[in-house]
């Protein structure tokens, strides 16, 4: 079975800088997908960013990027120029490539990310 | 606008009830999900449905069922039989790509359940 580790319960940042959060997973397959999900104060979850393991480029959309190191089983977040409305819960999550029967996403415990204004 | 609604936001229940939660996409989505969350916890899959008039149990299933008679429509239910109900539970659907794999999961803002 597949876990997903994310060792930093609460993590703070001045507006404007940048912080990186940390996740690690484990898994036996080669083939997979990772993601970084946002749950705001609404509790909605928001999908910030999403990974393929086949692809050696790290995913980027605008200030948000990632680290994919897929040798260590390492699959960080990076903020840049935090904004106030940045401030959230983060969640990395894991899914199988496999297909049928095997959608579910596997979910790290969270990030709490405070802004400093 | 396309998107999933959970119905009631919050919800509750006196103990010994079944009470069932709604959802609803319209983004013509094939699969549909049911996670739980409870603090300081990531979510749990409880149960998942790929097709119309098929589901799946997924982790944490025991004391909630489901159905799926609308491509639509996924609705909850959580039983007596669940032993500790009170959390936020989650809605997500996904679409599925070409080869069986599955599309980015989307969820809904979720419905708070507590039990008195």
């Known amino acids: 079975a597949q876990t997903v580790t994310q060792s930093q319960p609460e993590m703070s940042v001045q507006e404007a800088e940048t912080v990186t959060l940390s996740c690690t997973y484990d898994t036996s397959e080669s083939d997979y997908y990772l993601f970084w999900y946002k749950q705001p104060p609404s509790r909605q979850m928001i999908l910030v960013i999403r990974?393929?393991?086949?692809?050696?480029q790290n995913a980027t959309e605008n200030r948000f990027s990632v680290n994919f190191q897929k040798a260590a089983k390492s699959f960080s977040l990076k903020i840049s120029d935090s904004q106030l409305g940045d401030a959230a819960m983060y969640f990395c999550?894991?899914?199988?490539?496999?297909?049928?029967?095997?959608?579910?996403?596997?979910f790290g415990t969270g990030t709490r990310l405070t802004i400093i204004p | 606008d396309g998107g999933i609604t959970q119905s009631p936001k919050y919800l509750f229940r006196k103990e010994g009830q079944n009470v069932t939660l709604s959802c609803e996409q319209n983004l013509n989505h094939d699969a549909m999900y049911w996670y739980r969350q409870d603090p300081g916890q990531g979510l749990r899959l409880i149960y998942y449905?790929?097709?119309?008039?098929?589901?799946q149990k997924g982790d944490i299933a025991e004391g909630y069922s489901v159905s799926r008679e609308k491509k639509e429509s996924f609705p909850l239910t959580v039983t007596s039989a669940q032993k500790n109900p009170t959390a936020f539970y989650l809605c997500?659907?996904?679409?599925?790509?070409?080869?069986?794999?599955?599309?980015?999961?989307?969820f809904g803002p979720g419905t708070r359940l507590t039990v008195l």
């Open positions: 990974q393929e393991a086949y692809k050696q």
């Open positions: 449905s790929q097709i119309v008039n098929d589901f």
């Open positions: 999550a894991y899914r199988s490539m496999l297909g049928f029967g095997n959608e579910k996403l596997t």
């Open positions: 997500a659907s996904s679409n599925y790509l070409d080869k069986g794999s599955v599309d980015t999961q989307y």
